[in-house]
């Protein structure tokens, strides 16, 4: 088939792979424009961006898709399909309606859970026990169009939302390369996404990456989890220098009580409002890498009963 494919980060790469890898036309690639990054602040294409330079495909980078100019080009790629993965902007009726089959979505989520733009983080911070992909066709609404294809994929006790994101890397590729097998031969069914259990995954912000302590042991492991590696869960406490922030990457549930807050052992167990997590991986303002919760608590010169921010 003839696609245009949408995409901007890790997480579209291997469909973008698996596509082109099947022999399909990729007509044209859409990301976002390159973005300064690294310590020297250059510029740097997206991962999609790079992976469509090596196969050799025309990339564009528009900064809005909402001209009759942008509109023109995009139909003059003559697309059976767009392929939509994380592109990161919001498509206008006239990009919607262009291809001969509309354009396909691959969500990181089974809907109409957690539509929007952080469907796997909340899906971790919530402490769902799945999570999944999903192929949809798309319409004007925000992940509202139907769904013809879906894939699940658990969430195991302290998976992190880095981990369930690349495990549903290989998972999105497989279903999307599907979906257009079944497409060409006129076999895509869809079915209308239902009106319950609609939940929207809005976008994680700064001021909810802060650790709350006195919240059940539970949900303080699923907010650590989910915000891993990025942003990263976070508190403040002064090792004799002023407040330093502290990043936890990874936590499990674990035995104990006390004072929300406060560390209870040199393996960094803390407790929490009920119960108690072990904090196993976590990093220093400043620092490149981490350290296991005995590691950073020998490290800091903690003891059994200090506050932690």
Known sequence: MRVVFMGTPDFAVPTLEKLAQDGHAIAAVYTRAPAKAGRGMSLRPSPVHALADKLGVPVLTPATLRTPEAAETFAAHGADVAVVVAYGMLLPQAILDAPKHGCLNLHGSLLPRWRGAAPIQRAVMAGDAESGVGVMRMEAG?????????????????????????????????????????????????????????????????????????????????????????????????????PERVKVLRATVTNGSGAAGTLLDADGTVACGTGAVRLTELRRAGKSGSASGAEFVRGARLTPGARLG
Do not use: C
């Open 142 to 242: 925000l992940d509202t169009g139907p769904v013809a294809l879906e894939a699940r994929v658990p969430i195991t006790p302290g998976m992190t939302a880095g981990e369930l994101h690349d495990a549903l890397m290989p998972v999105g590729a497989e279903l999307m390369a599907r979906a257009l097998g079944l497409l060409d031969r006129g076999a895509l069914t869809f079915t209308p996404q239902p009106d319950e259990g609609v939940v929207y995954a809005h976008k994680i912000t700064n001021d909810e990456a802060r650790i709350d302590w006195s919240r059940p042991a539970d949900q303080v492991a699923n907010h650590i989890n989910g915000l891993s590696p990025f942003p990263g869960a976070f508190y403040e406490a002064d090792f004799g220098k002023g």
